[in-house]
């Protein structure tokens, strides 16, 4: 496998290096939020029902599929540290474990599909809704092993510096997504109709091709010299680190849910409807500045992997600031075009104006936390590069379960301020996130973290 250059050589990071990494990235991740955006949008036609039913169906087959998914990502952290200190072998292993992190969350997520309607029972969705999202989120589960496993396999890819396996695999994951929701979204070549469960099953299947693509790019790679032979104290250390980085963004992303099912929900569908395709545009719209501080992740740990700590500081300075210049450009359009951006989501009539109207005062205010998401995504991947998985997990939780929801429900029902107020309480979230993981980003806690344990090894 050839890995491409990511500046080794002592020299200072420079934006060629970071974007000939990020770029894939950029792309591949792209097309994860576009996926989602497309099942919004062709499942908009039929209805608010359905519409509320597939974005808040997709948040919360995220929202299980998450855990899983940031105990994968670690891989990319040994990776890089190991790939940068030169022990390939040792990193092939590591992409072993991911795999079987992804083959236990296929088979629990598989076993909780009956749990899915008792489940959504417990929350204020009309029985329309709520037998939509039912089975969308149904056929979303079947496929949750696979997005796991490419996870784990795109970011062992990444962390040795190749980037574009995961773009081919997210790209071909697409594609089968827009021909098989056209297929079965609206029953084309002989297909039944499925709607909503249509669209949840197209994804599936795209996860499913993506997924085996990257299996057999990796069974072509060949062992590394030293690679078999998995060994269990290897394995504990990656879940170790893998765990508070799942948990980490399960409960973060899970308080972001129960706002969206327990206080948003309450609000009516036309305000449920508005918010989430308010996250589908801002999943969009991170992707590049998130897949920037990825690919600012993957140079700092082969960094600490070759010793270099000095390195670490200004590639997190370049990330941010590169994150600043893309986060700004998306203000600047949400504040002049957040009409034009909302209207293919809207249907003809009064209930299509009133969802463009809220939707555009939503993007406006949301507009302002682009900063603070900037700053956010650039410090936090460096911190999960360096292994700073544990301190990072209490932090995002606090702010989250402690200052998020509860400040929301005081918000939205013991004051009732409405919608914008909403928007407002998810600005503050960020801002002060971002806040705290750059202070523990400056207190330098991480320079003496031994994520591969190499380090004692060596001493």
Partial sequence: M???HTGGDGRPPTLKILVALAWPVIVSRATDAVMGFIDALMTAPLGEDALAATTTGATNAFTLAIFPMGVAFIVQSFAAQLGGRGDRAAARRYAWYGLA???LAGVLAIAAIPLVAPALGLFDYSPSVHGLMTDYMVWRLVGLGAAVGAQALGDWFGGLGDTRPALRASLL???ANVIFNWVLIYGKLGAPALGVAGAALSTTIGNF?????LMLRFA???REPGSSGLRAAELWR??????PSGVNWFLEVSAFTVFLNLLVARMGTGV???????????????MPALAFASAGAILVGQALGRGEVARVRAVVRLTCRVNLVWHGVVALLYLLAPSILMAPFARSGPGGAGLVALGSTLLAVSAGWQVFEAIASAYGESLRAAGDTAW???ARCALSWLGFLPISALVLYALDLGPTAMMLCLLVRVAALAVVLVLRFRGGRWQHIDLTGTRSAAA
């Avoid at 990656?238 to 765990?243: H, N, Q, Y």
């Avoid at 449920?272 to 991170?286: F, K, R, Y």
């Fill in 2 to 4: 050839r890995a491409g």
């Fill in 101 to 103: 992190v992804a083959a």
């Fill in 392 to 394: 990072c997990m209490w």
């Fill in 173 to 175: 994951a697409l594609v």
């Fill in 220 to 222: 072509r790679v060949g």
């Fill in 238 to 243: 990656m879940l170790r680190f893998g765990l």
């Fill in 209 to 213: 091709l993506g997924f085996g693509y």
């Fill in 272 to 286: 449920l409807a508005a918010l989430n395709v308010v996250v589908q545009l801002n999943m969009i719209s991170t």
